[in-house]
């Protein structure tokens, strides 16, 4: 009952092992080289996932400041002096504007995502199509030369020497 | 996130990763792997990480399926396992 409970409690970890050794299956025990590339696409998000799901907080939301906590008391009378606001007012105005605002921006941690290990894994999912489309330019290569992409063919043809 | 949408979607995430590499025919495991992208960009919209989502749509859904498309027309569509 305790090891269901420890399983149960954190089941998504698991999914993602499972995921993960499935495409880890694919790249070493299909025999198709498009199939061993899905494999390792699944693979690698399996891994993104992961990364991801540690920045998640409970009751937590998307990593954006909206308008009203940057501007708490502006709000209501943004209607009223839109001139005090616009740009072309000189640096003491918008200097004073700073002060007036600024130590009002109270951003309480736990109400955003984590966003790092989302910008990490951004370059991670590039990183991973471009991984992809090598790795099909290369089978394209292969079945121009051997004119199979299966790889127990191709390495027939390789031992008795094409 | 809540609990019951999040093991929806990650068993509907094993079972489509299981058919796209269990297929016989390539450009059926390429458009079964772009319904897997989809379900990982859901997932990531319900962890609140939305610029994720939104490249996992474009890239993983979008490129790597023209990609994997491409390749299958070039060569074979019949895959022996």
């Known amino acids: 009952m305790e090891i269901f409970e420890a399983i149960s409690a954190k089941f998504n970890f698991w999914i ?14 299909k025999n198709n080289l498009i199939k061993k590339l899905i494999g390792m696409s699944i693979f690698q998000t399996a891994i993104i996932l992961f990364y991801v799901s540690i920045g998640v907080k409970d009751g937590a939301s998307i990593p954006i400041l909206y308008h009203d906590q940057v501007h708490p008391e502006h709000h209501d009378e943004s209607h009223g002096d839109h001139s005090a606001h616009s740009p072309s007012t000189d640096g ?10 600024l130590p009002e921006l109270v951003v309480d941690g736990n109400d955003f995502a984590n966003p790092l290990p989302h910008v990490l894994m951004l370059t991670a999912i590039v990183v991973g199509v471009s991984t992809l489309g090598v790795g099909l330019a290369v089978t394209q290569k292969v079945y121009r030369e051997y004119g199979s992409i299966e790889e127990s063919e191709i390495l027939e043809m390789i031992k008795s020497g094409k | 996130m809540i609990w019951q949408f ?18 016989k025919d390539l450009l059926s495991a390429a458009m079964i792997f772009g319904v897997y992208s989809f379900l990982m960009c859901l997932l990531w919209a319900g962890m609140a990480a939305v610029d994720v989502a939104f490249t996992e749509a474009a890239v993983g859904a979008g490129v790597s399926a023209v990609f994997l498309i491409a390749t299958v027309l070039r060569t074979s569509r019949r895959s022996s396992d």
């Open chain 1, 16 to 29: 993602y092992i499972i995921i993960m050794m499935i495409g880890l299956y694919a790249m070493i025990a």
């Open chain 1, 92 to 101: 003491h105005d918008s200097h004073a504007a700073e002060d007036r605002y």
């Open chain 2, 6 to 23: 999040d093991l929806i979607i990650l068993v509907f995430l094993v079972i489509t990763a299981l058919i796209s590499l269990s297929v």
